[in-house]
């Protein structure tokens, strides 16, 4: 009799903790964004009048303030070129801190997926028609070399591959002088970097 005394606390008691557990997620909030912005003022496209859009925004994080939009598309119409980096693109650059727009600026990029990455130290590179650019938080972009896409970025961003589109060679790239450091004729698998090696 004691036992089963004892065994129906257990189970009222287990019952009970359940009850509570499930209380309590019900009244979770939902989350909520801390940070929002409408990016149809700065040319995010909703609609082309029943022309084909091709969006290709990145967003990146180059500090843990500061996030780098590139505002990236373009509209086909009858006869395009496949390759394009225009029409000219937006970079902004908000700080979370303040919850507000920083900077922005106007670059041609290429119409292509990824083709604005954060490497480290606030920077990024950024890839157009005609080359690479190494650019800083501040948005200005220096060094550049002639190169094509893709373009992936290692891990911790101090390594990056370009080429391969259009059978190029693909290049293995320091991030912070862009001095080339290896590359792999066109039809090898694609090269995908590592901080200490490639694979």
Not at 91 to 119: C, H, W
Not at 124 to 139: A, K, M
Not at 143 to 167: D, Y
């Amino acid at each position: 009799m004691n036992r089963l005394h004892i065994g129906l606390r257990a189970v009222i008691s287990l019952l009970a903790c359940v009850s509570i557990l499930v209380v309590a997620k019900a009244k979770d909030p939902e989350p909520k964004p801390f940070f929002r912005q409408d990016l149809r003022r700065f040319g995010f496209p909703i609609t082309a009048n029943g022309q084909v859009i091709a969006n290709y925004t990145d967003v990146n994080f180059l500090s843990d303030q500061l996030i780098l939009v590139s505002v990236n598309s373009r509209v086909f119409g009858p006869v395009e070129k496949s390759n394009s980096d225009q029409p000219a693109s937006k970079l902004l650059l908000f700080d979370l801190s303040q919850n507000t727009l920083t900077n922005r600026v106007e670059m041609p990029i290429e119409k292509y997926g990824d083709s604005v990455r954060a490497t480290h130290g606030g920077n990024f590179v950024l890839l157009n028609e005609s080359s690479i650019h190494l650019c800083s938080r501040d948005l200005h972009c220096g060094l550049t070399i002639a190169a094509t896409g893709p373009l992936f970025i290692s891990p911790r961003g101090t390594r990056l591959v370009v080429g391969g589109n259009g059978q190029t060679e693909q290049r293995l790239l320091n991030a912070d002088s862009l001095e080339q450091l290896d590359h792999f004729t066109w039809g090898q698998a694609e090269v995908v970097p590592g901080d200490n090696g490639v694979f």
